[in-house]
């Protein structure tokens, strides 16, 4: 069975940012954003601007 890798497209800059409250924060190479807490709210998870899933939040909440 093979190991499923993280890609690493996005280089080592960029930002995070809350799906929950829209806070953001510098990241930090080496750590995924989705393993970061919001620093705001306390939120498991954020999201990296530009990402896949970043762009999946952003069309949802254009649709809202």
């Known amino acids: 069975m093979m190991k499923k890798e993280r ?11 809350c799906p929950k409250c829209e806070a953001r924060i510098a990241h930090q190479r ?8 919001c620093p705001e709210c306390g939120a498991k998870k954020m999201l990296r601007i530009g990402s896949d899933d970043y ?10």
């Open 30 to 37: 080496g750590v995924p954003c989705q393993d970061e807490r």
């Open 7 to 17: 890609q690493h497209k996005m280089g080592p800059v960029g930002e995070c940012i």
């Open 55 to 64: 762009q999946l939040w952003v069309a949802k909440r254009s649709r809202q």
